[in-house]
Structures are given as C-alpha cells and as structure tokens.
C-alpha cells in the first residue's frame, strides 16, 4: 500500500495552494482520510480529515481557510488552502485509515510529506 502526495510548494502570504494524495495498493477499503501537519520544532497537528460519508473535520486556525474534500472511487484526498499564512508553513502528511486485503482491522497509513512554505 502506498500513499502519494502531490503539490505543495511556495506561496505568498493570501495565496491559495493545493495538495493532494492518492492511496494504491491491495486496498479493501478506506475510513477517514486527512492530512496533519509538522511546523519545524513543532509537533504534527491534525489539520483536517474526512470521513467516508464526507463529514469532516478542521483544526480551529484553518477553519474557513481550507476545504479537504475525498474522490472514494479514486481514492484520492485533496486539500485545498485559501488566505494562506506564514504560520501555515510545514510539511504536510497525508493519511488514510484503510484495511489491505488479508487483514482483518483498519490501520493508518501515511503520505510521505510534501511542503508548504508561505512566504513574501
């Protein structure tokens, strides 16, 4: 099973970015799905994730900023952020809460980062 993200990059503070991430793999099926998010010297924050169903979930500072949304048949998360700020700067992971066939429960799987720098 492998998750790849893809965007990221440089912004200036105010601009919009996008990043998403494609799981693939001998995949039985996928519950939440998100991203989180390492600042340096930070610790890694739920930035926000979504559910099968589409209910989602955001941290509080990206609340009305950032939209994550999930193609189920792709098996695709994306995360679109708008009025992006210097503080949104850090490497951002996506995951995928997934059972791989053969197994019996769901376990979390995980993007290899991609960054996200906002600055002028």
């Known amino acids: 099973v492998q998750l790849q993200a893809s965007g990221g990059g440089l912004v200036q503070p105010g601009g919009s970015l996008s990043v998403s991430c494609a799981a693939s793999g001998s995949i039985l099926g996928i519950n939440t799905m998100g991203w989180y998010r390492q600042a340096p010297g930070k610790q890694r924050e739920l930035v926000a994730s979504i559910a099968t169903a589409g209910n989602t979930n955001y941290a509080y500072d990206v609340k009305g900023r950032f939209t994550i949304s999930r193609d189920n048949a792709k098996k695709t998360v994306s995360l679109r952020m708008n009025s992006l700020k210097p503080e949104d700067t850090a490497v951002y992971y996506c995951?995928?809460?997934?059972?791989?066939?053969?197994?019996?429960?769901?376990?979390?799987?995980w993007g290899q980062g991609t960054l996200v720098t906002v600055s002028s």
């Open positions: 995951y995928a809460n997934l059972r791989v066939y053969g197994s019996i429960g769901y376990t979390n799987y």
